[in-house]
Nanobody, 122 residues
């Protein structure tokens, strides 16, 4: 399974971005998907996850009400809509996938994309 994240960029506080994660090499609907992020000098942290068919989503408290995770299994793509961005959202964002249900720890995910940089200026 190959994952490719895209959509990052440099924005101002309060702006929006939509990240995409395109998957190939497997049956996309067989995998739970997630977004993680890693800021400079910090550990990679969980942001959001979505179940195989999209019925269940989980978000970290710091992004609830601002971020939305979704997926389109027909397009083999997952999304992260990020609104009301804050400087503390600045990080490299990674998409990841795993067989089975959603999870919130790095070690639970087998497949990872390379990441896309999101920078939010104040």
């Amino acid at each position: 399974v190959q994952l490719q994240a895209s959509g990052g960029g440099l924005v101002q506080a309060g702006d929006s971005l939509r990240l995409s994660c395109a998957a190939s090499g497997g049956t996309f609907s067989s995998f739970a998907m997630a977004w993680f992020r890693q800021a400079p000098g910090k550990e990679r942290e969980f942001v959001a996850a979505i179940s195989r068919l999209g019925q269940t989503t989980t978000l970290v408290d710091s992004v609830k009400g601002r971020f939305t995770i979704s997926r389109d299994n027909a397009k083999n793509t997952m999304y992260l809509q990020m609104n009301s961005l804050k400087p503390e959202d600045t990080a490299v964002y990674y998409c990841a996938s795993r067989v089975g249900g959603t999870a919130q720890t790095v070690n639970d995910y087998l497949y990872w994309g390379r990441g896309t940089q999101v920078t939010v200026s104040s």
